[in-house]
DNA sequence: TTGTACGCGTTATCAC
DNA sequence: GTGATAACGCGTACAA
């Protein structure tokens, strides 16, 4: 690479050549009128005569000029970015959110700041005072799997800020959020479960402090209750919603002799049941002959694996561009306060629950 | 939403209390001391008294301050933020090399801005506006599907500032570009599926304008003629690595009857691979008793796909890293210059492909 | 060691 | 319509 070659090379401008960008009074200058003639004409501001207008964009062309935009922040007060705040890009679902934020932002020339927070090992707290540094003028919170999410934290965010969560809410705490129906998706997830004549069961649960994982539970145990069992007979493993705790859990779940078994395993979403997929895969426990399995998120890659899932789906793009929307008001000078329902949650019915072989 | 509740709710500050953010001249009031002093805390710059900064600190603490980094960046003439550009999201590939690239920017407290150009139909052209516009001190350029990746476009982006390319290469112009080794990665898997038994093979390749994908071709090729066999006799599919194509071609390299159609599809990524399982899923064709396939990335879902796929491994995580620092070399004052050897794309060997049924 | 003064590039306010 | 002028908040010579 540091070799001398033949070809045609060249580096890229880089830092080399720091030449000076243009500035509006370059462009002033160049189409002889004031500066702020250049503004207004950035701006449509004040009438410009067309003639000037023309001169001006002109100019502007011909300088190759790009508004220096730190300067505007600094001046408007606001930075045309927001925040993007995403606990695990590996996870499709949040991959997909983020495409959708991004969609919705592009089309306003709103720059989308991506944050990790678990990939720095930085306190959530460090998002706060992005907003505030005006780097930032909203932020989209992504609750998941060791997003830091522990409430206080989303607070002291929404202290400093506007914030938009999705798939989260904070008990007591009015935020803006969007978030699909699960629990009513996970109700019919197993009311369906439930037809199919399973009575043995347990679940595979989502973290205790996240209010999705409440939610899909709570679905759970509705539709069992509802069917005249006792949920609390239903065993709740908690897991983190990644694929190595479906692993881990499953392992627990499914120890005791077949016939104590539960013959079908309600996983709180896709990424554990496709632990627990590779789980039974090891254990040589056929799936689903042996044991139904059933996910939640409908994530693409569903379609590949084999069996495929019985789950739920959540439009994933939709909530990430609706979520953008919806800061977008909140930032904008009168917010329409519009209200937004709750996405579906829809039931889809697949390869990987069936009755189960022992039927009392 | 709108109604009431009894329980405690509040909404997040919103703009509604646009109340001023404390400044620099706020904090050395307070602290009793001028602003410059302020200003030299806060870089560690001139060198002061214990006991001011120690009352700096403080004032700053009480007052909640934040430094305006839009000002910042208007007088340093830098941004501490860089770019990302990604085709696509939904690729696990690209979702880990964002995840390496946020990593490793994080730690230098430096902003990564989201852009996906496909998702916003706006032409790569867009992003060297932004990069001169001062919102942007380099951009990182992941190469793929639909990224409106022209070389044209790319080089007008070089031109504008410093671009890392990541799995992308311009012949004939040096940009920088962290890439692995999948030439001879493909070599390897090429070399091994003939050892296997293989004659009958068929290329389910990656789009003409994009490098790796001539890359890997030529790895493919080379093991091919390196058997004895001539390459220009295994037929090529251009495919564009998207799972949707991987289908579509697999039904046009698939057609003929069983003796004479190949007995192994060499996939230029992981993606089109499960595309081609899918269409031989719905065909009826087994895989691998009927044709073997094997994929490129090695992508994580792929533990969960049946059969597992043969593949050659591309750190992901590692490369975005690695873009990253490359970049931050670039930004810095003196560049190292240091040169970064290709990764290595690892063979990954497993069960999606076994000896051909019909060997002659 | 600390403070003063100016400039970074834009936008907003006011006269003309 | 148009053009001076004054901020926006911070960094940094330069002087003290």
């Given at each position: 690479?540091?070799?001398?070659?033949?070809?045609?090379?060249?580096?890229?401008?880089?830092?080399?050549?720091?030449?000076?960008?243009?500035?509006?009074?370059?462009?002033?200058?160049?189409?002889?009128?004031?500066?702020?003639?250049?503004?207004?004409?950035?701006?449509?501001?004040?009438?410009?005569?067309?003639?000037?207008?023309?001169?001006?964009?002109?100019?502007?062309?011909?300088?190759?000029?790009?508004?220096?935009?730190?300067?505007?922040?600094?001046?408007?007060?606001?930075?045309?970015?927001?925040?993007?705040?995403?606990?695990?890009?590996?996870?499709?679902?949040?991959?997909?959110?983020?495409?959708?934020?991004?969609?919705?932002?592009?089309?306003r020339?709103?720059?989308?700041?991506?944050?990790?927070?678990?990939?720095?090992?930085?306190?959530?707290?460090?998002?706060?005072?992005?907003?505030?540094?005006?780097?930032?003028?909203?932020?989209?919170?992504?609750?998941?799997?060791?997003?830091?999410?522990?409430?206080?934290?989303?607070?002291?965010?929404?202290?400093?800020?506007p914030?938009v969560?999705?798939?989260?809410?904070?008990?007591?705490?009015?935020?803006p959020?969007v978030?699909?129906?699960?629990?009513?998706?996970?109700?019919?997830?197993?009311?369906?479960?439930?037809?199919?004549?399973?009575?043995?069961?347990?679940?595979?649960?989502?973290?205790?402090?996240?209010?999705?994982?409440?939610?899909?539970?709570?679905?759970?145990?509705?539709?069992?209750?509802?069917?005249?069992?006792?949920?609390?007979?239903?065993?709740?493993?908690?897991?983190?919603?990644?694929?190595?705790?479906?692993?881990?859990?499953?392992?627990?779940?499914?120890?005791?002799?077949?016939?104590?078994?539960?013959?079908?395993?309600?996983?709180?979403?896709?990424?554990?049941?496709?632990?627990?997929?590779?789980?039974?895969?090891?254990?040589?426990?056929?799936?689903?002959?042996?044991?139904?399995?059933?996910?939640?998120?409908?994530?693409?890659?569903?379609?590949?694996?084999?069996?495929?899932?019985?789950?739920?789906?959540?439009?994933?793009?939709?909530?990430?561009?609706r979520a953008a929307m919806l800061l977008f008001d909140l930032l904008s000078d009168e917010p329409s306060g519009e209200t937004y329902e709750?996405?579906?949650?829809?039931?889809?019915?697949?390869?990987?629950?069936?009755?189960?072989?022992?039927?009392?």
């Open positions: 690479m540091s070799r001398e070659s033949d070809r045609p090379t060249r580096k890229g401008a880089s830092s080399l050549s720091p030449r000076k960008r243009p500035t509006m009074k370059d462009v002033a200058e160049h189409a002889g009128v004031s500066p702020s003639t250049v503004s207004y004409v950035l701006n449509d501001n004040g009438s410009v005569s067309a003639s000037r207008r023309a001169r001006v964009l002109d100019a502007m062309r011909v300088l190759n000029y790009t508004p220096n935009e730190s300067a505007r922040s600094l001046k408007r007060r606001s930075a045309s970015a927001i925040g993007l705040i995403v606990p695990d890009l590996a996870n499709q679902f949040f991959a997909l959110v983020s495409e959708g934020v991004e969609r919705a932002a592009a089309e020339d709103v720059l989308v700041v991506l944050c990790a927070p678990e990939a720095t090992e930085r306190p959530a707290f460090h998002h706060a005072k992005l907003l505030q540094s005006q780097r930032l003028d909203g932020v989209i919170y992504l609750s998941g799997a060791g997003a830091g999410g522990s409430p206080s934290l989303i607070l002291e965010l929404a202290e400093s800020g914030v969560l999705v798939d989260e809410r904070i008990p007591g705490f009015d935020l959020a978030v699909s129906n699960g629990r009513r998706g996970a109700r019919e997830l197993t009311t369906y479960v439930l037809e199919q004549g399973h009575r043995r069961l347990a679940i595979i649960g989502g973290p205790d402090a996240l209010w999705t994982a409440e939610q899909r539970l709570s679905g759970y145990r509705e539709a069992i209750a509802a069917c005249g069992l006792d949920p609390d007979d239903v065993p709740v493993y908690v897991g983190d919603y990644r694929q190595q705790s479906g692993t881990e859990l499953a392992a627990i779940a499914l120890q005791g002799p077949p016939e104590e078994r539960p013959t079908v395993l309600l996983c709180a979403n896709d990424l554990m049941a496709f632990g627990v997929l590779d789980y039974c895969r090891t254990a040589g426990i056929r799936v689903p002959e042996d044991v139904s399995i059933t996910g939640f998120d409908d994530l693409p890659i569903t379609s590949l694996v084999t069996p495929r899932l019985t789950t739920v789906r959540q439009p994933a793009r939709e909530m990430g561009q709750p996405f579906p949650a829809t039931l889809q019915i697949r390869d990987s629950v069936v009755p189960p072989a022992d039927r009392p």
